[in-house]
């Protein structure tokens, strides 16, 4: 392995990180990664999109390495189409969660990710889904319970995402893990579970360690990644709890922020 990029392993949030508001991933970027990739470091997305929901963009960069995905609950090998690890959402607890936190903030939107290659996310009434993302409405919150999920997302008709993120962890933090992953995005996970249980898995087989990882996010669940890996870039529009945390904070998803870091370390 060559020592000309002082890192092994580039881990990339995707949303608001890797890619445009357009979805897109940038030429200057793309280079970028082709070119420390030349220089004998791995890129690795790490996303909160579960596999369903990442799967295209993947296919569409031509990439062929492992993603963590689902927050860390899927390990998922682009290049054979292939799950690696799976975990799931207990059911009963993630009843329990909703149900204490409705106790405290009046009821909830919910929206719920199944596990799987081609788990469907249903979307019950409500719940604004986030950008152009296939979904599947449910009336009935007993098809939410019907296979194992990944996930769930809540949304509340009057609190604001850090208001539903504070009650959530307050109330049921006990029960499962609460994060961010953007605007209107607040998560239910198995407790204990982070970007970074998935990101370690995924290094452990690509023999890399956390000391050798550079990692680039936008939002609170990128922290855990930021914590596990050496070094922690922020995007320059990322929510200040990442900022806080950050090694360094470098310009937004939109102006190559992902680039100019990249072209400075490759000299």
């Known amino acids: 392995m060559t020592t000309g990029f002082p890192y ?6 995707l949303d608001g990180t890797l890619l445009r508001s357009d979805e897109s991933v940038s030429q200057r970027t793309r280079d970028a990664l082709t070119a420390a990739t030349a220089a004998g470091a791995a890129h690795i997305v790490v996303t909160g999109r579960a596999v369903p929901w990442t799967r295209h963009i993947l296919d569409d960069l031509g990439y062929q390495g492992l993603a963590v995905c689902g927050q860390g609950a899927q390990v998922y ?33 919910l929206a719920a990710s199944r596990d799987g290659l081609d ?36 949304q509340h008709p009057t609190l604001s995402d850090d208001e539903l993120c504070e009650v959530a962890t307050r109330t049921a933090g006990g029960f499962v893990s609460v994060v961010m992953a ?9 407790l204990g579970l982070s970007k970074a249980t998935g990101l370690s898995l995924a290094a452990r087989r690509l023999k890399v360690k956390a000391a050798d990882t550079i990692a680039f996010g936008d939002m609170p669940n990128d922290i855990p990644m930021f914590a596990w890996s050496s070094y922690g870039v922020a995007m320059a529009d990322a929510h200040e709890e990442l900022k806080a945390v950050a090694d360094e904070v470098t310009s937004s998803n939109e102006e190559d922020g992902i680039a100019v870091v990249l072209e400075r370390l490759l000299g």
């Open 119 to 154: 788990g469907e996310v249903l979307v019950g009434p409500g719940y604004a889904v986030q950008g152009t993302l296939p979904a599947t409405p449910f009336a009935d919150a007993s098809d939410l319970w019907s296979a194992p999920l990944n996930k769930l997302y809540i």
């Open 8 to 13: 092994k392993l580039i881990a990339t949030d």
């Open 77 to 109: 090998d682009a290049g054979a189409h292939r799950l690696l690890t799976s975990v799931t959402l207990d059911r009963q607890l993630a009843g329990v969660a909703l149900a204490k936190i409705e106790a405290e903030a009046g009821p909830l939107y």
């Open 182 to 190: 953007g605007e209107g995005i607040v998560e239910l996970l198995p």
